[in-house]
């Protein structure tokens, strides 16, 4: 496990202070050295919030990101970890603390995309999927909710495929994320009392290196959705800060979908 981390920065001025709804918390993103999670991680600094994120290989992306925080003027740390391995998921968390002294927000982000017939799933590809997509965002919020206080929030980024799926070969993934909403009202109910918060968000298709809106079957998922066409990963980023912020603290125990109206 490796670190990157940027020294403490100012905002440009006081008005900047006063303005960003996030000055003084700490976020966690897993996952964000690119895509969604890259686009989480810029927009909570952008509201003020300085960010650890993880990344699992690839470190020049991981420091794209964390420059792009420290340009706000925010504080950032990457840390590289598997999401497949819980002992690493915990590190980050605890590497989160031990360097800002406090976390508020978590945003499981981390996420694998398994897709082939149900023939062709390995249970190697099963297990992986659910390690991915549903443990570790268990386990970084076990870790992460102890050092928590009233007003933590803990965001999920599911699928639009847990409502709706259209295409064959995605048995494992829609498992996967569809059983985030289970954890996601379990996390409510057990946490409200302490005034944390649980959502979940479901993008749709979104134009991202992985699903890119000029790729193969891009026209078809295009297609499903009302308005017809891609979203961006700003878009998901967007509701994400809405809900770390003071919009997202009478929300708990729900998804909302960012997602075109594929699900519709």
């Known amino acids: 496990m490796s670190f990157h981390s940027n020294a403490p920065t100012q905002t440009d001025s006081a008005q900047t202070e006063r303005l960003a709804p996030l000055t003084g918390k700490v976020a966690l993103v897993t996952g964000g050295s690119r895509g969604i999670g890259a686009a989480v991680a810029t927009r909570l600094a952008a509201d003020g919030g300085d960010v650890v994120l993880t990344y699992q290989h690839r470190s020049d992306r991981a420091a794209e990101v964390v420059a792009a925080v420290k340009a706000a003027g925010r504080r950032a740390l990457a840390v590289q970890a598997d999401s497949a391995d819980a002992a690493a998921v915990r590190t980050a968390v605890e590497a989160a603390v031990a360097e800002f002294g406090r976390l508020d927000i978590l945003v499981n982000n981390a996420g694998l995309g398994v897709l ?12 992986r999927s659910l390690a991915v997509n549903v443990r570790a965002p268990l386990v970084a919020a076990q870790a992460a909710v102890p050092h928590m206080v009233d007003g933590g929030r803990i965001i999920t980024i ?10 064959p070969g995605f048995t494992a993934y829609a498992t996967s994320k569809s059983a985030l909403l289970g954890l996601t009202k379990a996390l409510a109910r057990e946490l409200g009392g302490r005034g944390i918060t649980a959502t979940l968000v479901h993008p749709g298709p979104t134009d991202t290196d992985m699903n890119p809106a000029d790729g193969p079957g891009a026209e078809a998922q295009s297609a499903l959705t009302s308005l017809g066409r891609y979203g961006h990963a700003a878009d998901v980023a967007a509701t994400v800060a809405h809900l770390a912020g003071e919009g997202g603290r009478y929300m708990t125990g729900t998804a909302v979908a960012v997602d075109g109206g594929f699900a519709g």
């Open 116 to 127: 082939a017939p149900l023939e062709q799933l390995s249970i190697d590809d099963i297990d």
């Open 158 to 167: 599911g699928s639009c495929v847990a409502e709706r799926v259209a295409f």
